[in-house]
């Protein structure tokens, strides 16, 4: 059964680069890590998403080992406007469907 | 606008008496899924359906039925509301099944259970 771990929360300052590590050990062979945001009283939206090695878009970098047991997400030079609650998400494949695992995500909060 | 609409996005019921939160997407995804998130828990999947008839169970769905008739809509329905069913609810939809990239989520339902 896949699951994921990520620290609880997270504190910055303005234009420090910001990671976030997030673990899932029991991650399918051909299963995409991804990475979403959410502000309060918003949905989650997608920020970047991975297989292996490091994947950046213009947002965000994602680191992910070999293994592929843990991912980190790069938030380069963070603003005030980065405060927010990030999940890392995997699938689980484990009963013939597809569960997506979002966790419990990590918050976020830059000080200025 | 490619989006996800959920309505409505409060509501405030009593225990026991039926409800159902409705969900529809415009953009022709196969992947549809519902929500709810509470405090210190993330997001958990109650259910999810991978197509049209085709529907299963998430990590939390005692309590919720879905039905999946056409592929924009997916409603949620508690056929008996309990306190504990009290929640920030979202439903979600993806162009692909299988993959975890892509999710377009609705704007939420909080609803409160009393």
């Known amino acids: 059964l896949a699951k994921t771990t990520q620290p609880i929360s997270m504190d910055s300052y303005e234009g420090q680069e910001v990671n976030i590590t997030c673990s899932h050990n029991n991650i399918a062979t051909n299963d995409y890590i991804t990475w979403y945001q959410q502000f309060p009283s918003q949905g989650p939206r997608f920020i970047i998403q991975g297989y292996k090695t490091k994947v950046t878009n213009e947002v965000a970098s994602l680191f992910i080992p070999a293994d592929r047991k843990s991912s980190t997400l790069s938030l380069p030079r963070v603003s005030l406007s980065d405060t927010a609650v990030y999940y890392c998400l995997v699938g689980d494949r484990g009963t013939g469907g597809f569960k997506t695992i979002f966790g419990a995500g990590t918050r976020l909060f830059v000080k200025a | 606008e490619a989006q996800v609409t959920q309505n409505p996005r409060y ?82 939809s993806s162009l692909y099944t299988g993959r975890s990239d892509g999710y377009t989520f609705g704007s939420g339902t909080r609803l409160t259970v009393v």
């Not at chain 2, 008739?69 to 309990?82: D, G, M, T, V």
């Open chain 2, 11 to 92: 509501l405030i019921t009593v225990t026991g008496k039926k409800l159902t939160v409705t969900c529809s997407q415009n953009m022709n995804h196969e992947y549809m899924s519902w929500y709810r998130q509470d405090p210190g828990l993330g997001l958990r999947q109650i259910y999810y359906s991978m197509n049209v008839e085709v529907t299963d169970k998430g990590d939390v769905p005692e309590g919720y039925k879905v039905s999946r008739k056409e592929k924009r809509n997916f409603p949620l329905i508690l056929e008996s509301p309990s306190p504990n069913q009290t929640s920030l609810y979202f439903c979600a």
